[in-house]
């Protein structure tokens, strides 16, 4: 259902679409850790009991929480300097809950949920200023809705729509920096309705076509 002749016009370049999601985990990918030559060992203390990975240096890598043979609850993760770098929550060994990773400072770099092992509901992710640079929001693994990408002072740089099918659909437009408008489309259920407008920094049209 993509719309022929606009190419790179509507690339994205979320963050989504190049880095984002961890790819489901379960009892055997422990195992194939531990066949890899870390080290997986069992905690029974509380508040935590499941497994733990350490990394060839000693230190430890993530920790998983495991009920009745199934990861269930928290799963952490660290870098090697045994800072946390992410949170996952799991249900019956399946994505399910909140999903956080952070940016070295500390501070929230990406937050959205899961159910059942798919995307569900709002996904924010944040400049390590702590500013939002995208706002999307999921349906079952389908972005819908209006969604948003941001500059670091906060001034929106794209708005675009999804209808409930996970198509293209009502106006899309870019900014430049400044505020000005820089592209301006309409689709409809998926296709481009209208000639796409471009303009320069000053906002002034510099084209009108529905070609490249």
């Not at 948003?148 to 899309?172: A, I, M, P, T």
């Given at each position: 259902?993509?719309?022929?002749?606009?190419?790179?016009?509507?690339?994205?370049?979320f963050?989504?679409?190049?880095?984002c999601?961890?790819?489901?985990?379960s009892?055997?990918?422990?195992?194939k850790?531990?066949?890899?030559g870390?080290?997986?060992?069992?905690y029974?203390e509380?508040p935590?009991?499941?497994?733990?990975v350490?990394n060839?240096?000693?230190t430890?890598?993530?920790?998983y929480t495991?009920?009745?043979?199934?990861?269930?609850?928290?799963?952490?993760?660290?870098n090697e300097?045994?800072?946390?770098?992410?949170k996952?929550t799991?249900r019956?060994?399946?994505?399910?809950?909140?999903?956080?990773?952070?940016?070295?400072?500390?501070?929230?770099?990406l937050?959205?949920?899961y159910?059942n092992?798919k995307?569900?509901?709002?996904?924010?992710?944040?400049?390590?200023?702590?500013?939002?640079?995208?706002q999307?929001?999921?349906?079952f693994?389908?972005?819908?809705?209006?969604?948003?990408?941001?500059?670091k002072?906060?001034?929106?740089?794209?708005?675009?729509?999804?209808?409930?099918?996970?198509?293209?659909?009502?106006?899309?437009?870019k900014?430049?920096?400044?505020?000005?408008?820089?592209?301006?489309?309409?689709?409809?259920?998926?296709?481009?309705?209208?000639?796409?407008?471009r303009?320069d920094?000053n906002?002034v049209?510099?084209?009108?076509?529905?070609s490249?």
């Amino acid at each position: 259902m993509k719309p022929e002749n606009i190419g790179l016009l509507l690339s994205i370049g979320f963050t989504l679409m190049t880095s984002c999601g961890p790819e489901q985990r379960s009892m055997n990918e422990l195992e194939k850790q531990r066949n890899a030559g870390l080290v997986v060992y069992t905690y029974n203390e509380e508040p935590f009991e499941g497994f733990a990975v350490i990394n060839e240096k000693g230190t430890l890598k993530a920790k998983y929480t495991i009920v009745e043979g199934m990861l269930e609850g928290p799963a952490l993760f660290y870098n090697e300097d045994n800072q946390l770098i992410r949170k996952e929550t799991y249900r019956n060994s399946k994505l399910s809950g909140l999903f956080e990773e952070y940016h070295l400072n500390g501070k929230l770099r990406l937050r959205l949920n899961y159910l059942n092992g798919k995307k569900h509901g709002k996904y924010s992710v944040y400049y390590a200023s702590g500013q939002l640079k995208e706002q999307l929001t999921y349906d079952f693994d389908k972005i819908k809705g209006d969604n948003y990408l941001y500059y670091k002072d906060g001034k929106v740089q794209h708005h675009f729509h999804f209808n409930s099918k996970g198509e293209r659909h009502g106006v899309w437009e870019k900014f430049y920096p400044n505020g000005n408008p820089k592209e301006y489309l309409v689709f409809k259920d998926g296709q481009l309705t209208s000639p796409i407008k471009r303009y320069d920094a000053n906002g002034v049209l510099i084209n009108y076509s529905s070609s490249k």
